[in-house]
Structures are given as C-alpha cells and as structure tokens.
C-alpha cells in the first residue's frame, strides 16, 4: 500500500482511512497478497465502520476470481468468530500475525468487544450470499435489476452469457465459413480446436491485429499487374493438358486486382500459394523456362 512520496508515506492496511468519502490506491503485483489485504480490509469495514456485508462492493474481473474471492472472505469471516472465541476462552493462538494483532488490540481495552465482534461476524455470515461480491459485468447487472426505473432499464434483461460460451459459438460459425468457401484466409486451422485457439488469442488484451490498407496494398499489389497475369493466364501455351487450377487461380486475382472488391475464395488463394512448388506440375517446359515466369509467380503468390 503506498501513497505519493510528496504527500505521504506508505500506510499499513489497518491505518488506512476507509471513513468519508475519499479514494485509496493499492499497488500490487503478483503474489504480494492482495487478496488477503481485502479481506483484512473487509474486516475493518464490518468490525470498525459496522457496515454489512450487503454495503460493501467488492468486485472482480473473471467468475473464477470472483468464487475465490468469496470463499476467502468467508474464510476470514469464521476464522475472525473463532478467534473472538478463542480470545473469550483464554486460549492463546500459536501464531499471532498482522490481522490477529489487530483484532487483539480491539480487544485489549475493551473485554466486550470482543463478543460484540464474534456476534456482527457471525451474522456477516449469514448475509454474505446477498453481499455484492462478484464480476464487474455482474455488479452492473444487477444495479439495473433493481433500480431499473432510475437507470431506464428494462424489467427483464437479457440472459447472460460467458466468454467462453461466445468464443464458442464465433469458433463453430467462422469454422463453417472457412469450409464452405465464404471466407478466404492464407492458411485455414487444421481443425475446430486450433481455430479456437488461434481466436482466443487474438482476443487477448493488448493484442493487435493488423490489416493492409488502400495505400499498402497499392504499393504491394499494382494494378498493372493484371494485364501481365491474363496474358499469361490465357495463354495456352504456358499450361499443360487439363491443367486450370493455376489458369483459373491468375485470373481471379487479375480481377481482384482490376475492381479491388472482395477477396477471391479459399481455394484460389490456395492454388496461387502452391504455384511455385506446383508449377512444373501444371506449367510446360516452354512456359516455366521463359524469361518472367517465374518473377510473375512469385508476385502472385
């Protein structure tokens, strides 16, 4: 827990001012225990500012850390009522760390207190379920459930749906484009799991995807092009019996390349992309020995 170095030193989390109206900022980083300064923090809030479970946000990003999270507040919340106990008993814990000191020092003073606190801690228990602990998107959720008139939402709202659930159902749709043809990509995932994969990372934070614009593809695609490849394309002398996959592959991108409109299909990317290790395969000696086939091939692919 810090504060600036121009207008205060670091604070301890039990003499953080958590009265008023003000702001405090935690920094933290991995492994430094952040869950177990909000739930000693919580503690304050119930024991010090009396407040219920019910008036205390505490919210998360991901379901898994929001379940974690209540669990450990419940946790501190029994293992606040047995300590309480113990203290009435007479019965010295063996390890006194941070949050114990601070909750015998309540105690030191005042013999009472500590039963009073064993009792508010008992019933945080028993509110906990209705306590606002959860995902960011389930907080505001729920804010528009119950004052929908003063956030003009509807009475009913709409299911919720996880990410994972969503990842899903983009996965199934765009895996059905690529194998029906509707969508031309380089290289198309061997498989369902491999596109899920490969979304699911580019739908990581601070992942960018990037895409040519007008002025890239203009400089890497020139529409001059076009007329060398349906030359070439049309002429049949360069291709050997039967052979169209290449012919037709050319002249769709010397289309492309005319009108700039939507991008050919799969399968005639595909065929441009094997051009080079298919080409004595479609093309004849004549035409892969002539001066430019093989620059023009490589521009295509």
Request: with cysteine; charged share 25%.
């Amino acid at each position: 827990m810090t504060g600036t170095a121009e207008h205060a030193a670091a604070l301890d989390w039990s003499r953080l001012q958590l009265a008023g109206d003000g702001r405090t900022l935690i920094e933290a980083s991995a492994g430094t225990g952040k869950t177990w300064t909000i739930a000693v923090l919580y503690l304050r809030l119930l024991l010090e500012q009396g407040l219920s479970p019910r008036a205390v946000v505490v919210t998360t990003f991901t379901d898994a850390a929001a379940q974690e999270l209540r669990e450990r507040l419940r946790a501190k919340l029994v293992w606040g009522e047995m300590a309480a106990a113990d203290w009435q008993a007479g019965i010295a814990a063996p390890n006194v760390g941070a949050d114990l000191a601070w909750l015998q020092a309540r105690w030191q003073d005042d013999p009472a207190q500590a039963e009073h606190d064993r009792l508010r801690l008992r019933l945080a228990q028993a509110e906990l379920d209705l306590a606002p602990v959860g995902t960011i998107h389930r907080l505001c959720r729920r804010i528009l459930g119950d004052f929908p008139f003063e956030s003009g939402a509807g009475f009913q709202l709409g299911e919720m749906v996880s990410s994972e659930a969503l990842l899903d159902e983009w996965s199934a749709d765009l895996w059905r484009r690529l194998q029906q043809g509707e969508v031309a990509v380089p290289e198309t995932p061997k498989s369902l799991v491999d596109l899920r994969n490969q979304l699911k990372a580019y739908l990581r934070p601070g992942v960018a995807l990037w895409a040519p614009d007008a002025t890239f593809l203009d400089a890497e695609l020139p529409t001059a092009q076009a007329d060398a490849l349906e030359t070439f394309a049309t002429g049949k002398a360069n291709f050997l019996p039967r052979k169209t996959a290449l012919k037709n592959a050319l002249l769709v991108l010397a289309q492309w390349l005319h009108e700039r409109g939507e991008l050919p299909k799969a399968s005639a990317i595909a065929n441009l992309l094997a051009a080079e290790s298919d080409a004595h395969e479609q093309l004849t000696v004549e035409a892969l020995d002539a001066p430019g086939t093989r620059a023009l091939l490589g521009f295509a692919v």
